[in-house]
């Protein structure tokens, strides 16, 4: 069973740019997160989508940054005119339920970097 | 609100020896807690959790973890480390839902 498959692994862009992260959840799951590792910070939530719907946007930026998770297709993170700032890890995650006990399994990572 | 702390930045120890990695909680209902690791430039892995139940939980590679209602902690432990176990640990508290909150993250460096 593949787990949760993200890509690109590794991503540069200047600054202006346009950034786009793709996730697959593992199978079966319908469930899925983001998350943003900045440098010397912890993990943060961002954002979590079902099929063509957003759940919580709450730690979004509130400009710039957008998600989906369409009907078909993977999850996409898409950051429009990326800044320096922006430069970070950005982990998908995907769960089968959303009841408080149920696992929440993370992807590699998409490390951009912005220069 | 929930929240998780990890008092120690970094957590050194020599292979072999036994090793804790420290983490307490905060929330207002029945927490369930996670332990993650994550290895340099990789994703997080899952550890273990505890949900209800016996509170000593036992997880992958050899961890497991001691939940402590009294105390509000969920302390990592592995009787005999290994160099391969250097990483970064997490833990996280889930109260509600879905949303997972992480502690800072503890880095663990086992010598040889």
């Known amino acids: 069973n593949a787990g949760v498959m993200q890509n690109p692994r590794h991503l540069v862009r200047r600054r202006g740019q346009e950034a786009r992260l793709r996730c697959s959840p593992m199978k079966g799951h319908s469930h899925v997160y983001w998350y943003r590792q900045l440098p010397e910070e912890g993990l943060k939530f961002m954002v979590y989508?079902?099929?063509?719907?957003?759940?919580?946007e709450s730690g979004m930026p509130k400009e710039r940054f957008s998600a989906e998770f369409p009907k078909e297709g993977p999850s996409i993170l898409r950051i429009q005119q990326v800044v320096r700032g922006d430069s970070a890890a950005y982990f998908c995650?995907?769960?089968?339920?959303?009841?408080?006990?149920?696992?929440?399994?993370f992807g590699e990572g998409s490390w951009l970097t912005v220069v | 609100a929930q929240s998780v702390a990890q008092p120690e930045d970094q957590v050194n120890v020599a292979e072999g020896n036994p090793l804790t990695v420290k983490c307490t909680y905060s929330v207002s209902g029945n927490p369930y807690l996670f332990w993650y690791v994550q290895y340099p430039n990789r994703g997080l892995q899952f550890l273990l959790k505890y949900i209800t139940g016996d509170n000593l939980v036992k997880g992958s590679y050899g961890f497991e973890a001691e939940f402590n209602k009294s105390q509000t902690s969920f302390h990592l432990k592995k009787p005999s480390a290994l160099v391969s176990d250097s990483a970064l640990y997490f833990c996280a508290v889930r109260e509600l839902g879905y949303k997972l909150s992480f502690g800072a993250g503890t880095t663990v460096t086992v010598r040889a």
């Open positions: 989508l079902q099929k063509e719907n957003i759940i919580d």
């Open positions: 995650a995907s769960s089968s339920m959303t009841t408080s006990g149920n696992t929440i399994y």
